[in-house]
């Protein structure tokens, strides 16, 4: 995550005007998620909040909860250039990012011609993507970082707003490889998706079984939602939440006077999740319709920001202890 770049003030009334606008926009765009998704309101909210806050997701959930109808449905919502990569096994490198060829004119001077590939999209779906290679997964690593991509030493840059939407199934399957901790730190949040309540479920039943399902349409145009996550950047943050994402962030390091948390983590969340808390937590009250995020929003993301950012020993998880149980405990001591 880039280091954050501190904007010129503006008024109290201007940042009022802004965020009621941004506000109808983000209605809308909830909206139109809702026509498409059904139930799975904690997910959208997730999911959105990340994308407003500028940086990418990881879902996680077993086949069939829509992960893909989600992320291809946010695209259309938000006017994004969207591509899809499906991660396979033998996927490489120069499948995501492209490769150069060489081409040979009228005259027969030959030259090489870069061919970009699908990572050069607005938003990208990289569908289950814990079963491509680590060589592979690390493509990804300084798209996601620096926004822009190295091929034959020449640097090319990537669309703006640019987002990575990743999927994985949670099921331990062969032919699947671990994310290295490097790429899941880049992920802002991780987002997991469990099995749709009854009543969302029976409404999935009844309406996407017929002749047309629900088609999801376009609300916003990618340089609004720039300025909406500029917006976010400049929303003023109380000192009360700058010492609760501190005091979280760095509990959840082993050697820093937490017992619980020596007893069972391995490594803990670098500055990155601090920054990521930060983010997010703006992009939360936004979307709640509020001008400055609370201690709440902190304690709501300290799940999906931190358990993809921490390991435990190998005693915690011998006893059956899992990272949500200890970002729970730690939680409670902000």
């Given amino acids: ?40 309101e904690n997910v959208v909210e997730r999911t959105l909040v990340a994308l407003l806050a500028g940086g990418h997701a990881l879902l996680v959930g077993v086949p069939g909860l829509a992960k893909t109808k989600l992320v291809e449905t946010l695209g259309v919502v938000l006017g994004l250039d969207s591509r899809r990569i499906q991660f396979t096994p033998d996927l490489m490198p120069s499948d995501i990012l492209g490769s150069e060829v060489m081409e040979q004119d009228e005259t027969g001077k030959r030259s090489f011609r870069f061919i970009s590939g699908p990572i050069f999209a607005q938003l990208l779906m990289a569908d ?71 009543e969302a479920e029976r409404r999935i039943l009844l309406e996407t079984t017929g002749v047309e399902d629900a088609k999801a349409t376009n609300v916003l145009q990618p340089a609004r939602l720039k300025e909406i996550q500029t917006l976010i950047r400049r929303m003023p943050v109380p000192e009360s939440v700058v010492e609760a994402i501190l005091t979280l ?31 997010c937590t703006r992009a939360r009250a936004l979307y709640d319709g509020r001008l400055a995020p609370s201690v709440d929003d902190v304690r709501a993301l300290a799940e999906p920001v931190l358990q993809h950012r921490m390991a435990l020993t190998f005693a915690a998880r011998a006893e059956g202890t899992s990272v949500r149980d200890v970002v729970a405990k730690l939680v409670k001591g902000i």
């Fill in 128 to 198: 289950e993507i814990n079963r491509a290679s680590p060589r592979t997964q690390s493509a990804l690593l300084q798209a996601m970082q620096e926004y822009h991509v190295t091929i034959a030493g020449a640097r090319y840059d990537l669309p703006a707003p640019f987002h990575v939407l990743a999927t994985q199934n949670p099921l331990e399957q062969e032919g699947t490889y671990p994310l290295p901790e490097a790429q899941l730190d880049r992920f802002l949040m991780q987002v997991d998706i469990l099995y749709p309540e009854i």
């Fill in 1 to 40: 995550m880039s280091v954050m770049v501190k904007e010129s003030p503006i008024s109290e009334k201007d940042m009022v005007a802004q965020a009621e606008t941004a506000l109808a926009d983000i209605a809308r765009i909830r909206d139109g998620v809702g026509r498409v998704i059904f139930g799975q």
């Fill in 249 to 279: 962030v760095r509990s959840a390091r082993p050697g820093q006077g937490n017992a619980e948390t020596d007893k069972h983590v391995a490594w803990g969340p670098g500055p990155r999740a601090s920054q990521a808390l930060m983010l």
